[in-house]
């Protein structure tokens, strides 16, 4: 069974930079998908990057809204990353990261991925 874990989130000021972690345990070796989504009071949950790990291939992809400020990725054992840089107020949320273990993953929005961590807070302020 797939299992999350995020670290990493805090408080920082404009324009700085915070990076998140995220054990992941119980995924396979290929055909699956993960990322992170995040989650503002009053507002809509939103996708932020993604790795789909698929047998043609792997590939990454973000959010127009942290393109060129956020990198995601994942190291040998599993440890999903997501470095953001740029901070600005507007990313201020709780951020989850997400997995989706079949081989469909990638159709599915991260926010539609059927499992997810506790989730750590990011407060930027300016």
């Known amino acids: 069974q797939v299992q999350l874990a995020e670290s990493g989130g805090g408080s920082v000021q404009s324009g700085g930079s915070l990076r998140l972690s995220c054990a992941a345990s119980?995924?396979?070796?290929?055909?699956?998908?993960v990322g992170w989504f995040r989650q503002a009071p009053g507002k809509e949950r939103e996708g932020v990057a993604r790795i789909n790990n698929l047998r043609n291939g792997l590939t990454t992809s973000y959010a127009d809204s942290v393109k060129g400020r956020f990198v995601i990725s994942r190291d040998a054992k599993n440890t999903l990353f997501l470095q953001m840089n740029d901070l600005n107020t507007e990313d201020t949320a709780t951020y989850y990261c997400?997995?989706?273990?079949?081989?469909?993953?990638?159709?599915?929005?991260?926010?539609?991925?059927?499992?997810w961590g506790q989730g750590t807070q990011v407060t930027v302020s300016s």
């Open positions: 119980g995924l396979p070796t290929i055909d699956y998908c």
């Open positions: 997400a997995a989706d273990v079949s081989w469909s993953c990638a159709a599915r929005a991260v926010i539609n991925f059927n499992r």
